[in-house]
Protein backbone atom coordinates (compact mmCIF):
# COMPACT_ATOMS: atom_id res chain seq x y z
CA UNK A 1 0.00 0.00 0.00
CA UNK A 2 1.36 3.11 -0.81
CA UNK A 3 1.67 5.84 1.57
CA UNK A 4 -0.57 7.95 0.01
CA UNK A 5 -3.12 5.52 -0.72
CA UNK A 6 -3.06 4.54 3.13
CA UNK A 7 -3.19 8.22 4.06
CA UNK A 8 -6.25 8.63 1.82
CA UNK A 9 -8.10 5.80 3.71
CA UNK A 10 -7.46 6.82 6.66
CA UNK A 11 -9.01 10.28 6.15
CA UNK A 12 -12.16 8.06 4.48
CA UNK A 13 -12.37 6.18 7.90
CA UNK A 14 -12.28 9.03 10.12
CA UNK A 15 -14.74 10.95 8.28
CA UNK A 16 -17.17 7.86 7.96
CA UNK A 17 -16.90 7.46 12.31
CA UNK A 18 -17.53 11.19 12.09
CA UNK A 19 -20.47 10.66 10.01
CA UNK A 20 -21.54 8.00 11.95
CA UNK A 21 -21.36 9.75 14.97
CA UNK A 22 -23.55 12.69 13.64
CA UNK A 23 -26.39 10.06 12.36
CA UNK A 24 -26.00 8.77 15.94
CA UNK A 25 -26.71 11.83 17.34
CA UNK A 26 -29.68 12.49 15.25
CA UNK A 27 -31.22 8.94 15.50
CA UNK A 28 -30.55 9.68 19.56
CA UNK A 29 -32.47 12.89 19.31
CA UNK A 30 -35.58 11.23 19.07
CA UNK A 31 -37.02 10.24 22.44
CA UNK A 32 -38.34 6.77 23.02
CA UNK A 33 -42.15 5.95 24.05
CA UNK A 34 -40.72 5.47 27.77
CA UNK A 35 -39.52 8.78 28.04
CA UNK A 36 -42.96 10.23 26.99
CA UNK A 37 -44.47 7.45 29.77
CA UNK A 38 -42.75 9.00 31.96
CA UNK A 39 -43.64 12.47 30.86
CA UNK A 40 -47.16 11.61 31.32
CA UNK A 41 -46.60 10.12 34.22
CA UNK A 42 -45.05 12.66 35.96
CA UNK A 43 -48.33 15.15 34.91
CA UNK A 44 -46.91 16.53 31.49
CA UNK A 45 -43.74 18.42 33.29
CA UNK A 46 -41.31 19.13 30.70
CA UNK A 47 -37.86 17.04 31.93
CA UNK A 48 -35.10 18.75 33.48
CA UNK A 49 -32.67 19.96 30.61
CA UNK A 50 -35.20 19.98 27.86
CA UNK A 51 -37.30 22.42 26.47
CA UNK A 52 -41.09 22.68 25.68
CA UNK A 53 -40.81 23.77 22.51
CA UNK A 54 -38.18 21.55 21.36
CA UNK A 55 -40.58 18.64 22.84
CA UNK A 56 -43.40 19.59 20.98
CA UNK A 57 -42.26 19.96 17.68
CA UNK A 58 -40.91 16.76 18.01
CA UNK A 59 -43.99 15.22 18.96
CA UNK A 60 -45.79 17.23 15.99
CA UNK A 61 -43.90 14.61 13.98
CA UNK A 62 -45.93 11.62 15.51
CA UNK A 63 -49.51 13.17 14.14
CA UNK A 64 -49.57 11.55 11.44
CA UNK A 65 -47.82 7.95 12.23
CA UNK A 66 -49.90 4.91 11.82
CA UNK A 67 -48.87 3.28 15.62
CA UNK A 68 -51.60 4.92 17.58
CA UNK A 69 -49.57 4.95 20.79
CA UNK A 70 -47.00 7.76 19.49
CA UNK A 71 -49.86 9.09 17.49
CA UNK A 72 -52.84 9.50 20.36
CA UNK A 73 -51.32 8.25 23.28
CA UNK A 74 -48.32 10.05 23.63
CA UNK A 75 -48.13 13.07 20.69
CA UNK A 76 -51.87 14.22 20.85
CA UNK A 77 -52.28 14.06 24.82
CA UNK A 78 -49.42 15.18 25.18
CA UNK A 79 -49.63 18.46 23.07
CA UNK A 80 -53.10 18.67 24.53
CA UNK A 81 -51.74 19.04 27.47
CA UNK A 82 -49.29 21.77 27.39
CA UNK A 83 -51.41 23.68 24.58
CA UNK A 84 -54.07 23.83 27.16
CA UNK A 85 -52.21 24.19 30.47
CA UNK A 86 -49.68 26.91 28.92
CA UNK A 87 -47.11 24.84 28.83
CA UNK A 88 -46.28 26.42 25.48
CA UNK A 89 -46.11 30.47 25.02
CA UNK A 90 -48.55 31.56 22.49
CA UNK A 91 -45.87 32.61 19.95
CA UNK A 92 -44.61 29.10 19.93
CA UNK A 93 -48.68 27.90 19.57
CA UNK A 94 -49.39 30.28 17.10
CA UNK A 95 -45.89 28.55 15.05
CA UNK A 96 -47.53 25.37 14.55
CA UNK A 97 -50.64 27.00 12.93
CA UNK A 98 -49.73 27.25 9.24
CA UNK A 99 -48.28 23.26 9.26
CA UNK A 100 -51.65 21.82 10.87
CA UNK A 101 -53.75 24.38 8.35
CA UNK A 102 -51.32 22.27 5.48
CA UNK A 103 -51.71 19.24 7.03
CA UNK A 104 -55.80 19.43 7.27
CA UNK A 105 -55.92 20.27 3.77
CA UNK A 106 -53.46 18.11 2.31
CA UNK A 107 -55.14 15.35 0.45
CA UNK A 108 -58.20 16.33 1.44
CA UNK A 109 -60.80 14.61 -0.96
CA UNK A 110 -58.92 11.57 -1.53
CA UNK A 111 -60.01 7.71 -1.02
CA UNK A 112 -59.56 6.76 2.95
CA UNK A 113 -55.13 5.83 3.45
CA UNK A 114 -53.44 6.21 6.32
CA UNK A 115 -52.60 10.25 5.30
CA UNK A 116 -55.96 10.56 6.75
CA UNK A 117 -54.30 10.68 10.15
CA UNK A 118 -52.38 13.61 9.45
CA UNK A 119 -55.12 15.60 8.64
CA UNK A 120 -57.02 14.47 10.92
CA UNK A 121 -55.24 15.44 13.96
CA UNK A 122 -54.29 18.41 12.33
CA UNK A 123 -57.72 19.42 12.81
CA UNK A 124 -57.48 18.18 16.75
CA UNK A 125 -54.69 20.14 17.41
CA UNK A 126 -56.27 23.37 16.19
CA UNK A 127 -59.06 22.91 18.52
CA UNK A 128 -56.52 22.74 21.22
CA UNK A 129 -55.32 25.97 19.56
CA UNK A 130 -58.91 27.92 19.76
CA UNK A 131 -59.65 26.32 22.72
CA UNK A 132 -56.11 28.41 23.86
CA UNK A 133 -57.70 31.31 22.12
CA UNK A 134 -60.83 31.67 23.78
CA UNK A 135 -59.09 31.44 26.98
CA UNK A 136 -56.76 34.31 26.55
CA UNK A 137 -57.30 35.89 22.57
CA UNK A 138 -54.18 35.30 21.53
CA UNK A 139 -55.12 35.01 17.73
CA UNK A 140 -55.78 37.56 15.89
CA UNK A 141 -58.90 37.89 13.34
CA UNK A 142 -57.05 37.36 10.54
CA UNK A 143 -55.78 34.30 11.77
CA UNK A 144 -59.15 33.10 13.98
CA UNK A 145 -60.92 33.43 10.31
CA UNK A 146 -58.22 31.14 8.98
CA UNK A 147 -58.71 28.07 10.93
CA UNK A 148 -62.55 28.54 10.96
CA UNK A 149 -62.85 28.91 7.40
CA UNK A 150 -60.20 25.75 7.27
CA UNK A 151 -62.23 23.70 9.81
CA UNK A 152 -65.24 24.26 7.37
CA UNK A 153 -63.31 23.28 3.89
CA UNK A 154 -62.49 20.09 5.78
CA UNK A 155 -65.51 18.78 7.24
CA UNK A 156 -66.76 19.46 3.30
CA UNK A 157 -63.74 17.52 1.62
CA UNK A 158 -62.65 14.95 3.85
CA UNK A 159 -63.95 11.38 2.39
CA UNK A 160 -62.41 9.33 5.07
CA UNK A 161 -65.27 8.61 8.05
CA UNK A 162 -63.54 6.05 9.42
CA UNK A 163 -63.88 6.39 13.26
CA UNK A 164 -62.10 3.77 14.76
CA UNK A 165 -59.88 0.54 13.09
CA UNK A 166 -58.79 -2.11 14.66
CA UNK A 167 -55.20 -1.39 13.85
CA UNK A 168 -54.97 1.90 13.80
CA UNK A 169 -57.20 3.08 16.37
CA UNK A 170 -58.71 6.24 16.33
CA UNK A 171 -59.07 8.17 13.09
CA UNK A 172 -62.15 9.97 13.94
CA UNK A 173 -62.02 12.89 10.94
CA UNK A 174 -65.51 13.97 11.71
CA UNK A 175 -64.79 13.70 15.59
CA UNK A 176 -61.94 15.71 15.47
CA UNK A 177 -63.55 18.54 13.02
CA UNK A 178 -66.40 18.58 15.52
CA UNK A 179 -63.91 19.30 18.26
CA UNK A 180 -62.71 21.96 16.22
CA UNK A 181 -66.29 23.45 15.22
CA UNK A 182 -67.36 23.50 19.03
CA UNK A 183 -64.39 25.62 19.42
CA UNK A 184 -65.12 28.22 16.88
CA UNK A 185 -68.91 27.56 17.95
CA UNK A 186 -68.17 29.04 21.71
CA UNK A 187 -64.95 31.69 20.60
CA UNK A 188 -66.26 35.44 21.33
CA UNK A 189 -63.93 35.80 18.21
CA UNK A 190 -66.91 33.86 16.59
CA UNK A 191 -69.24 36.09 14.81
CA UNK A 192 -73.63 35.83 14.43
CA UNK A 193 -71.89 34.85 10.50
CA UNK A 194 -70.51 31.91 11.21
CA UNK A 195 -73.77 30.46 12.84
CA UNK A 196 -75.39 28.72 9.97
CA UNK A 197 -72.07 28.37 7.93
CA UNK A 198 -71.37 25.64 10.81
CA UNK A 199 -74.73 24.46 10.86
CA UNK A 200 -74.96 24.10 6.60
CA UNK A 201 -71.33 22.33 6.81
CA UNK A 202 -72.78 19.91 9.69
CA UNK A 203 -75.80 19.58 8.23
CA UNK A 204 -73.79 18.55 4.79
CA UNK A 205 -71.31 16.05 6.17
CA UNK A 206 -74.34 13.94 8.39
CA UNK A 207 -76.61 14.05 4.82
CA UNK A 208 -73.65 12.73 2.97
CA UNK A 209 -71.09 10.64 5.22
CA UNK A 210 -70.61 7.29 3.48
CA UNK A 211 -71.20 5.48 6.82
CA UNK A 212 -73.77 5.81 9.81
CA UNK A 213 -71.63 7.45 12.56
CA UNK A 214 -71.10 4.81 15.65
CA UNK A 215 -68.15 6.14 16.98
CA UNK A 216 -69.65 9.02 19.09
CA UNK A 217 -68.97 11.99 16.41
CA UNK A 218 -73.36 12.55 16.03
CA UNK A 219 -72.61 13.50 19.75
CA UNK A 220 -69.59 15.46 19.03
CA UNK A 221 -71.65 17.52 15.99
CA UNK A 222 -74.31 17.77 18.69
CA UNK A 223 -72.11 19.41 21.36
CA UNK A 224 -70.78 21.65 18.38
CA UNK A 225 -74.13 23.17 17.68
CA UNK A 226 -74.74 23.30 21.10
CA UNK A 227 -72.33 25.88 21.68
CA UNK A 228 -74.36 28.31 19.08
CA UNK A 229 -77.46 27.66 21.08
CA UNK A 230 -76.15 29.28 24.05
CA UNK A 231 -74.42 32.52 22.10
CA UNK A 232 -75.94 36.05 23.30
CA UNK A 233 -76.16 36.28 19.51
CA UNK A 234 -77.66 32.77 18.72
CA UNK A 235 -80.10 33.23 15.48
CA UNK A 236 -82.71 31.33 16.86
CA UNK A 237 -85.14 31.64 13.27
CA UNK A 238 -82.39 30.65 11.28
CA UNK A 239 -81.90 27.58 13.27
CA UNK A 240 -85.45 26.25 13.21
CA UNK A 241 -85.23 27.11 9.58
CA UNK A 242 -81.95 24.85 9.65
CA UNK A 243 -83.49 21.77 11.33
CA UNK A 244 -86.81 21.68 9.27
CA UNK A 245 -84.36 21.82 6.25
CA UNK A 246 -82.37 18.75 7.47
CA UNK A 247 -85.14 16.83 8.30
CA UNK A 248 -86.75 17.28 5.24
CA UNK A 249 -87.24 13.60 3.54
CA UNK A 250 -84.89 12.77 0.52
CA UNK A 251 -86.79 12.89 -2.87
CA UNK A 252 -86.81 10.04 -4.75
CA UNK A 253 -87.20 6.17 -4.00
CA UNK A 254 -85.71 5.22 -0.56
CA UNK A 255 -81.83 4.58 -1.09
CA UNK A 256 -79.01 3.13 1.35
CA UNK A 257 -77.70 6.97 1.14
CA UNK A 258 -80.96 8.40 2.14
CA UNK A 259 -81.17 5.93 5.05
CA UNK A 260 -78.01 6.63 5.97
CA UNK A 261 -78.54 10.10 5.72
CA UNK A 262 -81.80 10.67 7.75
CA UNK A 263 -80.20 8.21 10.78
CA UNK A 264 -77.18 10.38 10.88
CA UNK A 265 -79.49 13.08 11.19
CA UNK A 266 -81.61 11.61 13.42
CA UNK A 267 -78.98 10.53 15.64
CA UNK A 268 -77.53 14.03 15.83
CA UNK A 269 -80.46 15.80 16.69
CA UNK A 270 -81.60 12.93 19.52
CA UNK A 271 -78.06 13.40 21.26
CA UNK A 272 -78.83 17.36 21.16
CA UNK A 273 -81.69 17.14 22.61
CA UNK A 274 -80.70 15.29 25.14
CA UNK A 275 -78.05 17.99 25.79
CA UNK A 276 -79.90 20.43 25.90
CA UNK A 277 -83.18 18.92 27.90
CA UNK A 278 -80.04 18.33 30.76
CA UNK A 279 -79.90 21.72 31.00
CA UNK A 280 -81.58 23.28 34.63
CA UNK A 281 -81.63 26.20 32.66
CA UNK A 282 -81.16 27.70 29.55
CA UNK A 283 -81.43 31.08 27.94
CA UNK A 284 -85.49 31.58 25.75
CA UNK A 285 -83.90 31.59 22.55
CA UNK A 286 -82.28 28.14 23.42
CA UNK A 287 -85.33 26.96 25.32
CA UNK A 288 -87.31 27.43 21.93
CA UNK A 289 -84.15 25.81 19.95
CA UNK A 290 -84.25 22.64 22.25
CA UNK A 291 -88.40 22.38 21.52
CA UNK A 292 -87.50 22.98 17.82
CA UNK A 293 -85.12 19.68 18.18
CA UNK A 294 -87.28 17.64 20.57
CA UNK A 295 -90.52 18.26 17.97
CA UNK A 296 -88.20 17.20 14.69
CA UNK A 297 -87.60 14.05 16.01
CA UNK A 298 -90.55 13.41 18.02
CA UNK A 299 -89.26 12.75 21.34
Same mark, same amino acid.
Given at each position: ???????????????????????????????? $?????????????? /?????????????????????????????????????????? !?? @??????????????????? $??????????????????????????????? $??????????????????? @??????????????????? @???? $?????????????????????????????????????????????????????????????????????? /??????????????????????????? /???? !? /???????????????
Amino acid at each position: MTPLRSITIAVLAACLETAGTAFASQRGAAHE $AAYWKEVIAHDYAV /PAGATASALARELAGHLGDADPQWRDEIAATVLTEWIGRKTL !PV @DEVRAFIPGWLADMKNGAG $AAPSNATLRRSYAALMLAQVINRHNAEAFLS $AAEFSAIASAALDYLAAER @DVRGYDDRLGWIHSAAHTA @DLLR $AIARSPSSSAAMQPRVLDAIGRKLRTADAVFVCGEDERFARAIAMLLIRDDFQLDAFKAWVAAVTMPASG /PVSVASLRASQNVKNTLAKLGVLLARQ /PSLP !P /PAAAAKDAVLAAVKF
